[in-house]
């Protein structure tokens, strides 16, 4: 299981301050599909103007708005900004939150001859409505929002950080056997027929022998599994090179 208290980015300036944290590790029971729908998403929260919002987004979109940064194609994959629609049931109210992170330019005060890029992130909540679908969407004005404006640099930091995360997590799931995708058939499963644990030799040696026993990882001890992980699939393929030269 991966570790539910970590801060995977945090900005913070005189005007707001930014936490990227993550909830990879959720699934939702559909009896009806016989399906345990994965729900995982990565968690964006902002305080500024006195206020405390929070947005999230799918592990997919998260992997794609990310990546785009490392690429530097956000603004072609997103020329009008990313936006992300949520919200949730509230005093039986319904509240419509909506995420957008979009670039700015502008002049740049000490350099009017120069830009000033800036990445900025915007959360918004007000009064909604549910969709048949289940989705909601805004029906009115914002009523709170909260906002947050990193530099080029520390949004690529950001982005290098959360998408690093997100693989090294899927890694790990996939390795014990339960993936970060949505589950299907669940009531045929037979859990000793999933993942690699029934690769481990009886032995119980070798790196694969201690996946079992992880509750929790954190991102050093990931790095470290990893390492060999590495190590040992590089030893086999030179072995196997090896007995084919012979």
Do not use: W
């Not at 350099?111 to 992130?121: A, G, L, R």
């Not at 289940?134 to 990193?150: E, R």
């Not at 290098?160 to 499963?189: C, D, M, N, W």
Request: charged letters at 25%; a positive charge.
């Amino acid at each position: 299981m991966l570790r539910k208290g970590v801060k995977i980015f945090k900005f913070i300036n005189k005007r707001s301050a930014l936490d990227v944290t993550q909830n990879l590790e959720y699934f939702k029971e559909r009896t009806d599909r016989d399906e345990n729908e994965y729900k995982g998403n990565i968690v964006i929260s902002i305080t500024s103007n006195k206020h405390y919002l929070k947005a999230y987004i799918s592990k997919s979109k998260a992997k794609s708005l990310f990546q785009s940064i490392i690429d530097g194609n956000f603004t072609k994959l997103y020329p009008k900004g990313f936006v992300d629609y949520g919200g949730s049931i509230r005093d039986g109210k319904v509240i419509a939150r909506t995420l957008k992170i979009e670039a700015l330019v502008n002049p740049d005060n000490n350099d009017p001859s120069k830009k000033k890029v800036q990445i900025v992130f915007t959360i918004s909540e007000g009064p909604g409505q549910k969709t048949p679908t289940g989705a909601y969407k805004p029906a009115g004005k914002s009523t709170t929002f909260v906002q947050s404006y990193l530099d080029p640099i520390s949004m690529r930091e950001c982005a290098l950080e959360v998408t690093s995360y997100i693989q090294t997590a899927e890694i790990a799931a996939q390795l014990i056997g339960k993936p970060l995708h949505t589950f299907t058939s669940v009531s045929r499963e037979i859990d000793n027929e999933i993942g690699i644990q029934n690769l481990i030799s009886s032995s119980g040696s070798g790196i694969m022998s201690s996946l079992s026993d992880i509750k929790k990882i954190t991102n050093e001890d990931l790095k470290i599994l990893m390492a060999e992980v590495q190590k040992e699939y590089k030893q086999r393929v030179e072995a196997y090179a090896n007995k084919r030269g012979n």
